[in-house]
């Protein structure tokens, strides 16, 4: 064992152990090309943005807010036309009013939805939060009590398209289909902007005039392209997530053709008034300094999360996505096989967080779920899950889900914390 190296004593300070910093570095250096590449497409996102930014002359007036109205909101108007660039979209609309991903999408969805048209899903079932939206499941408010029928495809068991089915789906009353970039929290694969684009042009050669909306949730900016310049006709996500860049403490987008973004905007606020109304209050500094910092705060996710699939790959677990495969969100999965190893993970990511770091997280009975479920997140931000956060539900095959990191050496120091604290247990030997 050689001379004990200056980081291996502050790690040591947060009790991770010589063995398991050994082990991490030993991991990371089988890594350095992914890392490469992931830095290179965050070059490439970090100057889109800022040239978004020159191209709409953002100024210092535009960090401003407005009150009251906000009519000519100078900062929220050019912030849009910056979304528009980024996404290259004709319009978008980006708002601390809409006030979650879900709401994002249920806007989008019942602002270019009407009676008796047809909702389809080409990629199985949509994110659990829509199935209510949709009616899916029976609720208030939801598409279905406006007359809006759904139908589903399902992929392949391999994870394909099924072309056939969705051909048969097609009818005259098709209006939108909806596409989840995402796996979400089931175990499909992710979809890349390359497949997705292959989807929408099949789609679109049955019916040219159908909408395709694209729920890019945790998507943004791991690729260098986004599914609007592959033919989505919206892309839409949450500010908490990979586009806020860990500042914008709210908000949601919807990036697209003029029209579906003229039609959310006058759902988000009414007839005739649409996109010119919305005071922004005082919250644009963190909307275009979270953008800006988005690209390297997504790459930082995305080495953390491969970073976590390697090391529980070489110790036996089974991890999705594996940890060679090419990445086309943040989410990271890991099979533990025991409620203990859950648990145990689970404490080591919150012991890792800059807030309430000595909160233990526990299973409980959360809304909508059958078994009780254990979260981890040591938030700046309250529920981000761009941040360093995990849950999993206590049930088999008691798996994890992990994200975020807005920066790499957090999001290692948690995959460290947690092994040590598997490792601790007697669930892993380092
Ligand atoms: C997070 C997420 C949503 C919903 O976003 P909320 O902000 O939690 O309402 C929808 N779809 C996908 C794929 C997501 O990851």
């Known amino acids: 064992m050689g001379k004990m190296r200056e980081i291996d004593g502050i790690y040591k300070q947060f009790g991770i152990s010589e063995a398991v910093s050994r ?105 659990d939060t829509l199935e209510e939206v949709i009616g899916i499941r029976p609720s208030r408010g939801s598409l279905a009590e406006y007359g809006i029928t759904y139908r589903q495809v399902d992929l392949l068991p391999e994870g394909g398209f099924d072309y056939e089915g969705i051909r048969a789906a097609i009818n005259g009353k098709t209006r939108l289909v909806t596409i989840q970039r995402s796996k979400g929290y089931q175990t499909r694969p992710t979809l890349s902007v390359a497949r997705i684009g292959e989807l929408i042009s099949f789609v679109k050669q049955i019916k040219p005039d159908v909408l395709v ?30 586009p806020g860049g860990g500042l914008a403490p709210i908000g949601g987008y919807i990036a697209g053709k003029r029209e579906c973004v003229e039609n959310a905007a006058c759902r988000l606020t009414s007839p005739g008034l649409a996109k010119e109304v919305g005071a922004s209050l005082g919250i644009l500094p963190a909307f275009y300094q979270g953008l800006f910092l988005a690209p390297t705060v997504t790459s930082s996710a995305l080495k953390g999360a491969i970073f976590a ?66 979260m981890a997140a040591g938030a700046f931000v309250s529920g981000s899950s761009i941040e360093l956060s995990a849950d999993g539900p206590i049930a088999p095959p008691y798996a994890v889900y992990f994200q975020g990191g807005l920066t790499f050496p957090h999001a290692k120091l948690g995959i460290l914390k947690s092994l040590q604290n598997l490792a601790d247990c007697g669930i892993v030997r380092i």
């Open 23 to 127: 082990f991490g570095e030993e991991i990371l250096s089988s890594l350095r090309e992914r890392f490469r590449q992931i830095d290179e497409t965050a070059e490439y996102n970090q100057l889109k943005v800022i040239w978004a930014m020159q191209e709409a002359g953002v100024s210092e007036a535009c960090l401003l807010g407005t009150t009251g109205y906000g009519y000519n909101d100078l900062g929220r108007d050019t912030l849009e036309t910056v979304y528009a660039d980024v996404f290259r979209t004709e319009d978008a609309l980006v708002r601390p009013q809409i006030t979650c991903g879900t709401h994002a999408l249920a806007l989008a969805l019942m602002s270019n939805l009407r009676p008796g048209d047809e909702l389809l899903s080409p990629v199985g079932k949509p994110y």
């Open 213 to 242: 909306m694209v729920d890019n949730c945790y998507g943004e900016f791991v690729e260098t392209t986004e599914p609007s310049e592959a033919g989505a006709d919206m892309v839409v996500g949450s500010l908490i997530k990979n």
């Open 309 to 374: 699939a390697n090391i529980y790959e070489k110790l036996g677990f089974a991890v999705v996505p594996d940890g060679s495969e090419s990445r086309h969100d943040i989410i990271q999965a890991v099979t533990f096989g025991s409620p203990e190893g859950v648990i145990a993970f689970c404490e080591g990511i919150q012991a890792a967080a800059p807030v309430d770091s000595f909160v233990k997280p526990e299973p409980w009975d959360m809304p909508g779920y059958d078994a009780k479920v254990i």
